[in-house]
């Protein structure tokens, strides 16, 4: 079965920083990955979303994918206060398209 | 837009109480699902429905069952509440492997 696993498990970095995120999944054919938010007292929401190998920018986002290395990670440029969440990675397996597996997350906190 | 709708948005419970948790959807997605959030745990599938009157065990389903009678709703029940359990239970439906989530459901057993 699916398995994703994310690190780090929390994340401080101070207003303005780069923001890395990194998942690890265990089946190359696995369909789209994505990455949600989400804020306290709030269901997640999608962020972000990559099939093919390489990369993909949407505005102060861009996710990389390498399926050899069944590594996908995220970048967040400029972050800022309001970004402080938990970021959530996201597997379609191929085995079931239907049955989205999530990593456990990575809490990022932004400092003023 | 559309958006999922849950409630109770709190629910307090006895232990071995049944508890019934409900969700809505204006999205028309015909994929529906229920996930546990726990701290440190992310978000582990309870039960999903691909369509109306479908229901497909996901890998936390002991102890719950669901219900799809409406392409809208999906219901949740905790068939016997276990003493201090704490979580969050979210709906979701989905499009295209896009998953839009409620704002969630959470339980307290007392």
């Known amino acids: 079965q699916e398995k994703v696993q994310q690190s780090p498990e929390s994340l401080i970095v101070p207003e303005g920083a780069m923001v890395s995120l990194n998942c690890s999944f265990s089946?190359?054919?696995?369909?789209s990955i994505w990455w949600y938010q989400q804020h306290p007292g709030k269901g997640p929401k999608a962020l972000i979303?990559?099939?093919?190998?390489g990369n993909k920018k949407e505005g102060r986002l861009t996710v990389y994918l390498n399926r050899a290395s069944l590594h996908v990670s995220l970048h967040i440029k400029d972050s800022q206060p309001s970004d402080s969440a938990v970021y959530l990675c996201?597997?379609?397996?191929?085995?079931?398209?239907?049955?989205?597996?999530f990593g456990k997350g990575t809490h990022l906190h932004v400092l003023p | 837009g559309g958006i999922i709708t849950q409630t109770p948005k709190f629910l307090i419970g006895q232990e071995g109480q049944k508890l019934t948790l409900k969700c809505q959807q204006n999205?028309?997605?015909?994929?529906m699902y229920w996930y546990r959030q726990d701290s440190g745990k992310g978000l582990r599938l309870i039960y999903y429905?691909?369509?109306?009157?479908?229901?497909q065990k996901g890998d936390l389903s002991e102890g719950y069952d669901a219900s799809r009678e409406k392409k809208s709703s999906f219901s949740l029940t905790v068939t016997s509440a276990q003493k201090n359990e704490m979580a969050v239970f979210l709906c979701?439906?989905?499009?295209?492997?896009?998953?839009?989530f409620g704002k969630g459901t959470r339980l307290t057993v007392v």
């Open positions: 979303s990559i099939f093919s190998n």
């Open positions: 429905s691909i369509t109306e009157n479908d229901l």
């Open positions: 089946d190359s054919a696995s369909q």
């Open positions: 999205f028309n997605h015909d994929t």
């Open positions: 996201a597997v379609q397996p191929d085995t079931n398209a239907y049955k989205v597996i």
């Open positions: 979701a439906s989905s499009i295209r492997a896009e998953v839009f």
